[in-house]
């Protein structure tokens, strides 16, 4: 089993930026992909960025590249997604989840943390 849990959701106007974290307890968790998901009211689960086991691999989804940005730290027990330009769009419930070795299935979800962009 492994415990994520994120924080550093809140409200920020269209413009700013915000740094989500997600701590990992249980199995080593430099053995996961990890990725970060989120969910808009009345949308589907949608993936915004995953990074690979050592951190040199990455994936954003379109509608993030160039303003997101995942990282990790293996040492910490710690993902990150530093958010910049955020839009109102990208209001939505994040959530951080480790994921099968090169893929984008899911083994296991934090409980999601609070992202608002007012315009």
């Known amino acids: 089993q492994v415990q994520l849990v994120e924080s550093g959701g809140g409200l920020v106007q269209a413009g700013g930026s915000l740094r989500l974290s997600c701590q990992a307890s249980?199995?080593?968790?430099?053995?996961?992909?990890m990725g970060w998901f989120r969910q808009a009211p009345g949308k589907e689960r949608e993936i915004v960025a995953r990074?690979?086991?050592?951190?040199?691999?990455?994936y954003y989804a379109d509608s993030v590249k160039g303003r997101f940005t995942i990282s990790r730290d293996n040492a910490e027990n710690t993902l990150y997604l530093q958010m910049n330009s955020l839009k109102p769009e990208d209001t939505a419930v994040y959530y951080c989840a480790a994921l099968l070795s090169g893929t984008s299935a899911v083994l296991y979800w934090g409980q999601g943390t609070q992202v608002t962009v007012s315009s």
């Open positions: 249980g199995r080593t968790f430099s053995r996961y992909g």
């Open positions: 990074i690979n086991w050592s951190g040199g691999g990455t």
